[in-house]
């Protein structure tokens, strides 16, 4: 045996979270030759944020044939951009067919962390010990939910959570429902919502830029024709990728031709879509696009126009009870 192999036989190896990245790494790390390696994660199942997160509307906004391991595409996605549900599955799966669940220890989030003796001291808030010469940090950043400090927001009456933390219990079909920001998640639940409520009040800080992103099905030939042959999948994402790359080299010059037609590209998507003057004011960016993470939704602006739905600009001074 070389010494080469001798270290990545001894090497003791932990890595933190069992979503995506976390996954990925245990793959790669057997292919690689390491053995000695365990993820602690501190849910009951994989996933990360696609077990996380479970509210209405909840998908993807990079293309699905993108969002996959390069080394395990998926001919079965439903849509171009695949629903939360789908995604959650497929690394669930992946996770199976590699041998990773084997390595999950369920229900263990980490306490403490510490290079002593040249080795990393771990405890998990259980009162499990542990030691490791690599730390592999896969916890992500989309499962602590920010909540905002609004005075009253604690007494308030009605059923309040965070999208991170959908209370699906919670009946919404006819009632009145408010949803504060503006991201990514809130245009998928205004979209997901507004045909169902009595009334659906959006309360937006910052306008977005908002790309048209169509997020149409893929149908069973196009999906049978993915599994029968894999160059088709490669097609695809090649195509996806060349327009990825293109927006990548754009937002890094705010004046280059391509990043103006992008933004020419929103600024249309608002004009031709909202018909109220004051309304398309009110979701009109005030900088340039690309300065924030662009919307991609194939019908925001139709959704905000609901008669059920209200967009408030003003400020929020307080949450009372009732």
């Not at 490669?234 to 280059?256: G, Y």
């Amino acid at each position: 045996m070389t010494n080469q192999a001798q270290d990545k036989r001894d090497l003791r190896i932990v890595i933190i979270g069992g979503g995506m990245a976390g996954i990925l790494s245990a793959i790669k790390l057997r292919e690689a030759g390491y053995t000695d390696f365990i993820i602690y994660e501190k849910a009951g199942t994989l996933g990360g944020t696609w077990r996380a997160n479970t509210y209405p509307g909840l998908a993807c906004d990079v293309p699905a044939h993108l969002y996959t391991y390069s080394f395990e595409p998926n001919p079965n996605w439903s849509q171009v951009f695949a629903p939360g549900p789908e995604i959650r599955a497929y690394f669930e799966n992946v996770a199976k067919k590699y041998g990773v669940v084997e390595r999950v220890c369920f229900g263990e989030e980490f306490a403490s962390c510490e290079f002593i003796n040249e080795r990393w001291q771990i405890r998990t808030k259980s009162g499990r010990a542990d030691q490791a010469d690599v730390v592999i940090a896969a916890t992500g950043v989309l499962h602590h939910p920010n909540r905002p400090d609004l005075p009253g927001l604690t007494s308030f009456r009605g059923a309040c959570f965070h999208s991170a933390e959908w209370d699906h219990s919670v009946p919404l079909d006819g009632k009145r429902v408010g949803v504060i920001g503006t991201g990514s998640t809130a245009i998928q639940i205004t979209s997901a919502l507004v045909n169902r409520v009595a009334k659906f009040k959006l309360f937006q800080r910052t306008a977005q830029w908002v790309f048209k992103g169509e997020n149409r099905p893929y149908d069973v030939a196009e999906r049978a024709g993915f599994a029968k042959d894999p160059k088709k999948i490669q097609a695809v994402r090649a195509e996806l990728e060349a327009f990825f790359d293109t927006f990548s080299s754009a937002v890094i010059d705010a004046d280059s031709p391509k990043m103006r037609e992008i933004e020419a590209a929103c600024l249309a998507n608002l004009e031709q879509t909202v018909v109220d003057a004051e309304l398309r004011e009110k979701l009109r960016p005030n900088y340039r696009a690309a300065c924030k993470r662009l919307i991609f939704s194939p019908d925001f602006y139709e959704a905000i126009q609901h008669p059920n739905a209200e967009l408030v600009v003003s400020g929020i001074e307080a949450v009372e009870p009732a």
